[in-house]
């Protein structure tokens, strides 16, 4: 592996084939590097004050705070489940039984609508 460093991309829609894009963003991972088990994403907000330049005119400031994301594959093949299921209820999810027998209950659904 190389120093490497991902960079989020995002899909431009096709207007002309009448689709949007999905708006999830994707990283493009070359051949022989593996995707990140972390990501390190600045927030950057305009802090409505501003700074003299070089030159006098007014900067604005912005406020910088570093958020960090982690790989639910990841943390799902190394955490056991009951653990794995404490990370997911503090961002808001259901457990993993939970969620997966819903998906279980979508899937099903289609397969009936399709019959």
């Known amino acids: 592996m190389t120093n490497w460093i ?3 991309c995002y899909e431009e829609p096709d207007e002309n084939a009448g689709s949007l894009s ?7 991972v ?9 990501l390190f994403i600045f927030e950057s907000r305009d802090s409505g ?7 006098g005119n007014p900067l604005p400031i912005v406020e910088m705070e570093l958020h960090q ?8 093949n190394k955490l056991d489940p009951e653990a794995y299921d404490v990370v997911r209820a ?6 993993l039984a939970i969620a ?3 998906g279980r209950q979508v899937t099903q659904n289609i ?3 399709v019959e």
Not at 30 to 38: C, W, Y
Not at 69 to 76: G, H, Q, S
Not at 90 to 95: H, I, Q, T
């Open 6 to 8: 991902p960079e989020i």
């Open 22 to 28: 999905s708006h999830i963003p994707f990283i493009q």
């Open 30 to 38: 070359p051949e022989g590097e593996a995707m990140p088990g972390m």
């Open 49 to 55: 004050e501003f700074e003299p330049d070089s030159e």
């Open 69 to 76: 994301f982690a790989d639910m594959v990841t943390l799902k």
């Open 90 to 95: 503090a961002l808001g999810l259901e457990s």
């Open 100 to 102: 997966s027998e819903k």
């Open 111 to 113: 397969r009936e609508n």
